[in-house]
């Protein structure tokens, strides 16, 4: 990932985090964050545009990209919003701008109902927000996980290619496919593909979904239409739970939106964030 890097370090209750600050110092602050299994590469495109207007924070989750990873890490949603909320102090931001996707969307919304984080806005992209989630292999992985971390290494490459291949919409880049699958492989990343699985449990998400009507802030929640990992009518279905919620639905884009169609991504987030005061 020599094009993408996360100079700075935090230790968290969860293991070391890289991250990096993007543009101006007086801009306003924004944070960026990743769902799974990608990491902060996959806002790469998104984050420099913004940050010709804001001051962008960028990271990897532990257990995920260039941050750390290790046997018995807790990388479960409640572990990632206890650490968010840990960030913003350590950054010093009292109330961003937060934009999220897959499983930083919970992450986000977990911090914010949970753990009082404060957010100016919240836009949320192709979340895990609602119930049920988790695809059939999904569910197949989380319940034998300790076998298949037992892959021969090339079995286990051309598995996860596969599976980061399969989010719909044009499809990827084979050079950015590589990025993607890079920090699951070897001797630490391919059993933390498997650990990060392993714990996502629709518990973490079940305990705050009744709480989204309390959601005070300005939100937008961004979807891609041809999102073959969750259907677009869950990004309905999440828009109306919201208060005021602005719906953006993005053509020709699968559940990767930030590289289907980081143009119009974008575009939604700032016509929405230059209207936040």
Known sequence: MSAWQLPESYRSG????RWNRLGAPDGRPLVLLHGTPFSSYVWRAVARS???????FVWDMPGYGLSEKFPGQDV?????????TELLD?????????????FGGAVALRAHLLHDARYRALALVDPVALAPWGSPFFRLVREHAEVFEQLPPAL???LVREYVGSTGGPGLHPAVLDQLVLPWLGESGQPAFYRQIAQADQRYT????????????PTLICWGEDDAWIPVAKGRELAAAVPGARWEPIAQAGHLVQEDAPAELTAALLGFLREVP
């Open 90 to 102: 350590h950054w010093g931001l009292a109330e961003p701008l937060v934009v999220a996707h897959d």
């Open 50 to 56: 913004l940050a010709r207007d804001h001051q962008v």
């Open 76 to 84: 479960s949603l409640a572990a990632q919003g206890r650490v968010f």
């Open 206 to 217: 079940d305990e705050i979904q009744d709480r989204y009507p309390r959601i005070g802030v």
């Open 14 to 17: 969860s293991g070391t985090v």
């Open 156 to 158: 286990h490459g051309a």
